[in-house]
């Protein structure tokens, strides 16, 4: 790399967009790394301020604010995809670098851009169609079937801004149901199972992945967390391979939370990307030496990737709401290790924290779990670019 | 227990006295728990101020600051033991519990009356001898032998404020040279190895012991700790025999650090005990579920202590002045995990940060390790006035 600011060397601070629990646990990261951390988060008393050097509280399109991070920070990253492009613009205008690149941000953050960057990826996804009205849910139907799903192209998560429709009749309410706002209506995936994994690449282009986790959702939250996930080399080879066309065509740099569904015939759809640290990814904590959030800031600070080999098989699970009131019992379990994220009152579906739960890994996980990274490919991807968008129906 | 205090919930704070390494590792461990940490310290962007909620820098015995901080702490504890007395009465005094309580640190700050308190609590020490003047060398020299060391009854770590007396006419220029103060002589222990366990005790009286660690020492300054160190079960057994009648003598709530000489022969030798988180114990970060640093949280706040079971073997080595710039090497490393304190300049023989080496337990060391808590003993003990000294020679 030619770029002699990194690898920064401690002492060094990482600017983080976000207050949650993500950023909370990425300074914590940091910090065992002698790395300082400035927070910059509209919210006043956030989780990851209260352990972090230096919180700005300010919009995140704040001029001034952003002058400050960048004077402060010597890389800026974020712990959520909706990082308005401005916001990014702005920090590299001021000289400060951001991690993940622009790139990223701008396939994550629009579905329809997403899934056509990740066919030609050769990522597969479900059928899709953009939709900027109802005539082009109904013109779409025989191809993507039914029922299928339409979402908001923007924002929306843990479910929000998605609506079933069962039928052309139903095209024009659903949506109205989602504000009318431009979006994408998506075939149903005939899943086995949801599995999702983490990847990493680093500012060298090495990469490094960690095993599969089964994920369980329930009403669009995600419930609990398995791994290693019980799948053949097969099928974590080609979930590597989908991981490593992603992350090498998008330049990327830093931790990858990246959905699957498993047809179960070997076959591997991508859900979505989250290009940042993932809830799938909070067994890594006490599954693996090197954890995503510590993975995460040494991407974004230029140094090697750390060994992603599990240690134990691990359940995580997510504390939400008043579930969080019982740690008193859970801090009393010897095989349960509890995170706690700092924030306030336990409303329903917040997550609190979450439970890793491990034991010994069984002898086909052992098998399956040599995972140092893999040294920086040397054959040449174009670098995709958001400008120049393919044609997506 | 009748407090209704504890235990402290998520979302409490613990004050800490002191702003160093082991003040920030102990913010880091109750950053998972959920609770908050204000730091004070005397020191402007201090290790641990980096990773907490808020920060006093004053003077220990400032009056303001003792104020702000009994009002915002739930429970104060230290990361050092010389804390002046005055400063935890000021803050009892202010409705601010402390922990540990004033017995330990009385014992610890003074080294006559930690020998005297050791040997009253059935753990053996070297011979010793109060020093008041170069007479009571003289006077002490054919009871304590030769040669003999004299160290100043308060402050000093690290070997300093400490000569070795080779005849009774080095006497006075002996204690000439550690100020004239008040002093202690000390035999020689004539030691195989040395040893250390970390014990805690939690507010219920339930008490959990570390396996023993082999450390090696360098001028005086520690260098290296191998865990589980290599020790029979009956070894193992009388450190926690030794470790359970401190705790319980001391009513002690929270972490200690207790250095043996391991004589050889089954006999250990209490060195000196440090009312705190210890440098032997860092070790536990990488090598147990719950590790010292949660473990003294976990007491202070009145939680359930932690289980102490090694998952793995460890090799902790400081990294001293400039051995902390080979970070780089250190984080390519895949069996290092490594720790930086956010410290800035590194001066010769300041403790910059450690590495974990970390391997799989040795057979012996599986069959030795289960380390659950021990219920608290109700067997009655005289708690440890230090207000009443029993004669010391």
Redesign the interface.
């Known amino acids: 790399m030619t770029d002699t600011r990194f690898?920064l060397?401690?002492?060094s601070t990482i600017g983080i967009l976000g207050g949650g629990q993500l950023g909370?646990m990425l300074?914590?990261a940091a910090?065992?790394?002698?790395?300082?951390v400035v927070i910059l988060t509209p919210d006043e008393g956030s989780p990851a301020?209260?352990?972090?050097?230096q919180t700005l509280v300010a919009p995140y399109d704040d001029p001034d604010a952003l002058a400050r991070l960048a004077g402060m920070a010597d890389v800026v990253t974020y712990e959520f995809e909706n990082v308005p492009a401005a916001t990014v613009q702005a920090l590299n205008a001021l000289g400060a670098p951001t991690a993940p690149g622009r790139q990223a941000l701008a396939v994550a953050q629009d579905r329809v851009d997403e899934k056509a960057f990740l066919n030609a990826a050769g990522a597969p996804t479900v059928a899709f169609a953009p939709v900027a009205g109802a005539a082009d849910i109904a013109a779409a139907l025989p191809r993507i079937g039914l029922p299928a799903l339409l979402k908001t192209r923007r924002e929306g998560y843990d479910g929000k801004g998605q609506i079933w429709v069962r039928g052309a009749d139903e095209a024009a309410d659903a949506l109205a149901s989602i504000g009318g706002v431009p979006a994408i209506l998506e075939a149903q995936a005939k899943f086995h199972r949801e599995l999702s994994i983490i990847a990493a690449r680093g500012r060298d282009g090495q990469i490094a992945c960690y095993p599969l986790s089964e994920n369980v959702h329930e009403g669009g939250v995600l419930r609990t967390t398995f791994a290693p996930a019980a799948a053949s080399p097969a099928l974590q080879a080609e979930a590597e391979r989908i991981a490593g066309e992603v992350l090498r065509r998008l330049d990327y740099v830093g931790v990858m939370g990246i959905e699957l569904f498993d047809l179960g015939d070997g076959t591997l759809l991508v859900n979505e990307i989250a290009p940042r640290v993932h809830n799938t990814g909070h067994w890594t904590q006490?599954g693996c030496?090197v954890d995503q959030f510590e993975q995460h800031i040494?991407a974004v600070a230029g140094?090697?990737l750390?060994?992603t080999?599990p240690?134990?098989s691990v359940e995580m699970t997510n504390l939400l709401g008043d579930e969080?009131l019982d740690?008193?019992d859970l801090?009393?379990d010897?095989a349960a290790?509890?995170?706690?994220?700092?924030?306030?009152e336990p409303r329903p579906g917040r997550k609190m924290?979450h439970v890793n739960r491990?034991r010994a890994l069984a002898p086909e996980q052992i098998a399956a779990s040599s995972r140092?990274p893999a040294p920086a490919r040397l054959v040449a991807h174009e670098v995709w670019d958001p400008e120049v968008r393919p044609e997506t129906d």
């Open positions: 690898p060397p401690p002492g909370r300074a914590l910090a065992r790394l002698g790395l300082d301020s209260r352990v972090s050097r006490d030496e040494r140094w090697p750390g060994d080999t240690a134990v969080s740690w008193a801090a009393r010897p290790r509890l995170h706690l994220y700092g924030k306030g924290g491990v140092r």
